[in-house]
């Protein structure tokens, strides 16, 4: 049971998260006056990395379903990579502070370089533990691995 409420959790923030992001943040760059400045070109730079990682959620919540699903005795290693892909992403959320508007500016570069690479690292966690999820999918027999849902006209 525990897996199905993590599922519905996780599915219910990624809902929301468009909502979010069309929110204003004091925090986000705004070139009003010319092109941003080197800090706030790499604070962009790095929003644009997590962004599009958090698209990638669904694809890995997709795959945990479908292999979860399979009932696999060979499924433990690519349920917790996916699991451990999805703790990376939400560490690094967690961690993240941006320095404020007014720091130093080569502070502020800085510290979004720093984390651009850590976020390359959970990018690249997240690429190959995906790839490998779907080619295990892949693998399994097509009447182990649940059909997709047809979506439901209302």
Not at 36 to 48: H, I, R, Y
Not at 83 to 97: E, G, K, P, R, V
Not at 98 to 112: G, I
Request: proline share 9%.
């Amino acid at each position: 049971m525990k897996f199905s409420s993590e599922y519905a959790l996780r599915a219910a923030l990624l809902a929301l998260m468009p909502l979010l992001a069309a929110c204003p943040s004091p925090k986000k760059p705004i070139a009003e006056n010319g092109p941003p400045s080197p800090a706030a070109a790499a604070e962009m730079a790095l929003m644009a990395r997590h962004d599009s990682l958090m698209v990638q959620e669904d694809q890995l919540f997709s795959l945990k379903a479908k292999i979860a699903a399979a009932h696999s005795p060979a499924a433990g290693p690519y349920l917790r990579g996916l699991a451990a892909a999805d703790a990376a992403m939400m560490d690094w959320m967690h961690q993240y502070h941006a320095p404020d508007s007014t720091a130093d500016p080569a502070a502020r570069l800085a510290y979004f370089r720093q984390q651009q690479q850590v976020l390359a690292t959970v990018s690249q966690k997240f690429r190959a533990t995906i790839d490998s999820a779907t080619m295990f999918i892949n693998k399994l027999p097509a009447a182990a691995v649940p059909a997709k849902p047809a979506a439901s006209s209302k």
